[in-house]
C-alpha cells in the first residue's frame, strides 16, 4: 500500500502486558514500514477494545483505521468462549456497520506458549500481520467510495 495520510489507532488490551507489548511490536513496524503513523489506547481486556473503539471512533472519525491488539488464554471455565464470541461480533459490526478499516490481532490461545510464537514478531507476528490487513482494508475503503450524492 502506497503512504497516505492518516494515522491508525491501536487498541491493545494490557491483561498479558508482554504479549501486548510484542503485538505492538510488529505492528508498528508495519505500519513505519508504510509510512503511516499510529496512536495507542491500551485497555485493561479484550472485553473492553470494542467500546474503545466505537469511543475513539464517534471522538474523530478521521482515522485512516483501527487495530485491535490482545490476547485471551483459555482457562478452567467457559469464560474464554463467552469473551472470545462477543469481542469478535463486536469488533465484525463495528467494522462493518462502520465501514471502517480494522485489523484484528486478538490472539485466542490455549497457553502462554501459543501465544508468545503468535505474538512475537520474529515468529509469526500476528501485531504485524493484523497491522497489514488494516492497511490493506483503508487501501480498498480509499479506492471503493460508497456511492450516492
Same mark, same amino acid.
Given at each position: 500500500? =502506497?503512504?497516505?495520510?492518516?494515522?491508525? &489507532?491501536?487498541?491493545? %488490551?494490557?491483561?498479558?502486558?508482554?504479549?501486548?507489548?510484542?503485538?505492538?511490536?510488529?505492528?508498528? =513496524?508495519?505500519?513505519?514500514?508504510?509510512?503511516?503513523? #499510529?496512536?495507542?489506547?491500551?485497555?485493561?481486556?479484550?472485553?473492553?477494545?470494542? %467500546? *474503545?473503539?466505537?469511543? %475513539?471512533?464517534?471522538?474523530?472519525?478521521?482515522?485512516?483505521?483501527?487495530? #485491535?491488539?490482545? $490476547?485471551?488464554?483459555?482457562?478452567?471455565?467457559?469464560?474464554?468462549?463467552?469473551? $472470545?464470541?462477543?469481542?469478535? @461480533? *463486536?469488533?465484525?459490526?463495528?467494522?462493518? &456497520?462502520? @465501514?471502517?478499516?480494522?485489523?484484528?490481532?486478538? &490472539?485466542?490461545?490455549?497457553?502462554?506458549?501459543? %501465544?508468545?510464537?503468535? *505474538?512475537?514478531?520474529?515468529?509469526?507476528?500476528?501485531?504485524?500481520? *493484523?497491522?497489514?490487513? $488494516? &492497511? @490493506?482494508? =483503508?487501501?480498498?475503503?480509499?479506492?471503493?467510495?460508497? =456511492?450516492?450524492?
Amino acid at each position: 500500500m =502506497a503512504a497516505e495520510a492518516g494515522r491508525v &489507532l491501536i487498541v491493545e %488490551a494490557r491483561f498479558y502486558a508482554d504479549i501486548a507489548d510484542a503485538l505492538t511490536a510488529g505492528a508498528e =513496524a508495519e505500519f513505519g514500514k508504510a509510512g503511516i503513523a #499510529s496512536e495507542r489506547i491500551d485497555v485493561p481486556g479484550v472485553f473492553e477494545i470494542p %467500546a *474503545a473503539m466505537r469511543i %475513539a471512533h464517534d471522538a474523530d472519525p478521521d482515522y485512516l483505521g483501527f487495530l #485491535s491488539l490482545g $490476547c485471551v488464554i483459555r482457562g478452567e471455565t467457559d469464560h474464554y468462549d463467552h469473551i $472470545c464470541r462477543e469481542v469478535s @461480533r *463486536a469488533l465484525m459490526d463495528f467494522s462493518t &456497520l462502520e @465501514r471502517v478499516a480494522h485489523g484484528f490481532g486478538i &490472539l485466542t490461545c490455549e497457553n502462554r506458549d501459543q %501465544a508468545w510464537a503468535r *505474538a512475537d514478531p520474529g515468529q509469526r507476528d500476528i501485531g504485524g500481520r *493484523a497491522a497489514a490487513a $488494516c &492497511l @490493506r482494508m =483503508a487501501e480498498i475503503k480509499r479506492t471503493h467510495p460508497p =456511492a450516492g450524492p
